[in-house]
């Protein structure tokens, strides 16, 4: 079967830096997607890893390593406004997102 | 203006009752997606369109119908609606000439009692 895992809630300090991780099993893998989905909204998009390597977009930045199975989302300088589920999805080898649980972050003062 | 918008925004109905949630875009995507999101649950794909005459079945489709009416109309029926389809729906737009990121509506939040 095709499983995305990552943790389910996270804290961390204002200011700080804070990884989220991903590890994933699927059919076929055409990309991985981070999306940020603040509390009753809807998800919107952060980045796309395709190739190994890290993916670097201002404060926020994303790592794939397709022989682990395995990315994480790396967010610096810590905001309150960042407080919010991140979504890590897989597209397969049918071109569908197959979607993780999402990591609630929370970010303390 | 929104690129992907979704009517209604919340919807309050009754069990058996036939409902149907709306999701236009104006991004000129040619796949357009259903999803449905419960708490602790990842989104689930109900129905994806890959174009006006390309329907296909998601994860999760039972209960559910849709109808690409247009390139820019996408909408998902509860032919007869249950409590257990009490959730928040999202709608979603794709360009196959992309790498396929996925643009979401607003989402509606829907309450069978």
């Known amino acids: 079967g095709q499983n995305i895992d990552q943790p389910t809630e996270m804290t961390a300090t204002e200011g700080a830096i804070v990884q989220i991780n991903c590890t994933y099993q699927?059919?076929?893998?055409?990309?991985l997607f981070w999306y940020q989905q603040h509390a009753g909204e809807a998800p919107t998009f952060l980045s796309y890893?395709?190739l190994d390597g890290l993916e670097e977009k201002g404060r926020f930045s994303s790592f794939l390593s397709r022989s682990k199975g395995y990315s994480y989302l790396l967010l610096k300088e810590l905001q309150m406004k960042d407080s919010a589920s991140y979504l890590c999805a897989v597209m397969d080898s049918n071109y569908q997102l197959i979607w993780g649980a999402g990591t609630k972050l929370i970010i303390k003062p | 203006d929104a690129d992907v918008t979704q009517t209604p925004r919340n919807r309050i109905t009754k069990t058996g009752k036939r409902i149907m949630l709306e999701c236009s875009q104006t991004k000129g995507h040619d796949r357009m997606y259903w999803y449905r999101q419960d708490p602790g649950l990842g989104l689930r794909l109900i129905y994806y369109s890959f174009d006006v005459k390309d329907i296909n079945k998601g994860e999760i489709s039972d209960g559910y119908s849709v109808s690409r009416q247009a390139q820019a109309k996408f909408s998902l029926s509860l032919e007869s609606a249950i409590p257990n389809q009490t959730a928040l729906y999202f709608c979603a737009t794709s360009d196959s000439t992309d790498y396929n990121e996925q643009f979401f509506g607003p989402g509606t939040r829907l309450t069978v009692l």
């Open positions: 699927t059919s076929g893998f055409n990309g």
């Open positions: 890893n395709v």
